[in-house]
């Protein structure tokens, strides 16, 4: 083998192996941003989560204000705004966010009155479950 080839094959070796650390880092940077989008994802999630939560300890306690007759509570409008804009926020993190069940976890934990969306859809299907029973 002449000087030349073996230059030619090295070259070649070279530009190969330099194609595929390009791949392996094009493919490395794709991983990360599919990584970044993903805890992106899982951070709004959360953060919807949290406010859905908060949200519902809110309507809770003016709830049970109002049934005291407390004058602090907020008003009807107030009430069904907030409610409104809870049920919304909940229907966002399902269907932009692919969230399911309840927002206390897997088992449901809403209090009673006032399940979100994961808890009703059970007990929805417990009472068709229930009727066909029957
Ligand atoms: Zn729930």
Redesign the pocket.
Known sequence: MSWIETARITTKEIKEKREGTLVVQEAEELAQTIDCEKSELSEKRSALLYQLRKGQSWLLDQHSRWQSADTTSADDAEFSRVWNGWWELDHQLRTDHGFQ????GPD???PDGF??????D?LTSNIVVQLELT
């Open positions: 069940g309840c927002i206390y449901g934990a809403c399940p979100c969306q994961g808890c009703t059970i």
